[in-house]
């Protein structure tokens, strides 16, 4: 089992590119089921994710080959529309098959989807937008079989602002007949990005980015080249490691406006923040405590909750970190505190006291995120950790070691 490890107390200085976005690239890759042709993505990430949709497309009959960071996906071949257990387990986004195979298809036969385990990862709001557009749905054996003799436009309003869902929807209602308005939809940014990809189909859509999102339906979508977002997350997490090690960090290739409810807070933190047009630099002072809550766009975001907490187990004084997104994304304080952390979880909130000094220790990545935060806590302590269960990170930071080493930190990767 492959694990990264990693000599702590090193200053991270210099430039880092931002790569594009994995929940960008996630949606738009399954939005190319809606057409019959060739499509060119660019900037996609080489992530585990990405290769296990692409294992899922080449599946229903895509042709799919990989040309340095950009991904072609032909189309015209694909002929099914069942996605074995197995492929739909090894990640949440699998459930985004749903909607594009039933606006083109007119059914689906998927599993419940797999996904990091930071909660139980419900699919009752995706279910409940696709039987609106006038899918018949059963679910039996672990199964959820879809099928639409005609998909109608429709008014669907969300209970809570599902990423996944929203995106379902938007591709199910964009072949539909009529015009849908979905309300109370998600506001993350790579709903935008999933929009724009969509209107470059021939898609008629508006709204993305706020919590109206309205789509006149329309007879056919064309093949499209699209150059996918850059990771906010992954541009926070590089944040966040300039803050931890004390070092000056600039994130390039971003769209500094994504990120404000990141930087304001690590402002409050004691970081110095510049912002240029689609770079954001930080230089780390005296870091103290502060309290963090994470909600949907453009609140604080949930993916960067391990990594701030990591922050904010060496910052002066005592904080409150309260997950509001999901039941069970605290994992990664069981590991911190192998290092030295003082932190409490009671339900939903974490309380840290601040600590001088975090010493290395052997420790295992529970989930993406969570792994990304260990490693953030290890480039700050004394000494030497191993991170274990490397794989969990693969998923989402591309090459992570590769790009930290890049910046100065003393990190390898081991077999
Ligand atoms: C997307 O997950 C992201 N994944 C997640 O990133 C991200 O944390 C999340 O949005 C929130 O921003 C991708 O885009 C591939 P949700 P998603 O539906 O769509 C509940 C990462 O680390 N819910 O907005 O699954 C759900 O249980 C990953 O890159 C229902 O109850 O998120 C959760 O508590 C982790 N019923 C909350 O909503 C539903 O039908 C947010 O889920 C759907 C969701």
Request: hydrophobic fraction near 45%; charge should be neutral.
């Amino acid at each position: 089992m492959e694990k990264l490890i990693v000599t702590g107390e090193v200053q991270l200085t210099g430039n880092i590119r931002i790569s594009g976005a994995k929940n960008a690239t996630l949606p738009i890759m399954a939005a190319t089921l809606l057409c019959s042709g060739v499509s060119v993505l660019h900037d996609v990430p080489h992530l585990s994710d990405i290769k296990a949709m692409q294992d899922i497309l080449e599946l229903l009959g895509a042709k799919i080959t990989r040309d340095g960071s950009a991904v072609i996906i032909d189309t015209s071949g694909v002929s099914k529309q069942e996605i074995p257990e197995h492929l739909m387990r090894e990640m949440r986004a699998s459930v985004f098959l749903m909607g594009p195979l039933l606006g083109k298809f007119r059914k689906v036969r998927v599993s419940y989807p797999g996904g990091c385990a930071i909660g139980p990862r419900p699919i009752d709001l995706h279910i409940k937008a696709l039987e609106k557009l006038g899918a018949k749905i059963c679910e039996s054996f672990g199964y959820i079989e879809a099928e639409a003799g005609q998909l109608t436009g429709a008014e669907i309003h969300f209970d809570f602002p599902s990423v996944g869902a929203t995106e379902n929807a938007m591709m199910a209602a964009v072949l539909a007949k009529g015009t849908s308005v979905i309300r109370n939809a998600a506001r993350e940014p790579e709903i935008i990005d999933l929009q724009d990809f969509l209107n470059k189909m021939g898609a008629k859509i508006r709204g993305a980015g706020t919590d109206t999102i309205r789509i006149d339906g329309v007879q056919k979508l064309y093949p499209t080249e699209h150059i996918i977002m850059p990771d906010r997350i992954q541009a926070g997490t590089f944040l966040i490691a300039g803050a931890i090690t004390r070092g000056d960090i600039a994130v390039e290739n971003i769209q500094p406006e994504y990120l404000f409810s990141v930087t304001n807070k690590l402002e409050e933190l004691g970081a110095t923040i510049a912002t240029s047009t689609d770079s954001i630099r930080i230089k780390a002072g005296e870091l103290r405590g502060g309290d963090i809550k994470t909600l949907p766009f453009p609140g604080f975001p949930t993916d960067l909750q391990a990594p701030i907490l990591s922050l904010l187990t060496v910052a002066k004084g005592t904080s409150i970190v309260t997950e509001t997104i999901f039941e069970n994304r605290f994992k990664h304080v069981d590991e911190l505190t192998r290092m030295g952390a003082r932190i409490k979880v009671e339900g939903r909130t974490a309380i840290i006291r601040g600590v001088p000094r975090m010493t290395g220790a052997v420790v295992a990545a529970p989930d993406l995120r969570a792994g990304g935060a260990l490693v953030l806590a290890a480039l700050a302590a004394q000494g030497v950790s191993e991170i274990e269960q490397v794989y969990h990170i693969d998923r989402g930071y591309e090459q992570l070691e590769l790009k930290l080493q890049s910046l100065g930190a003393r990190i390898i990767r081991s077999k």
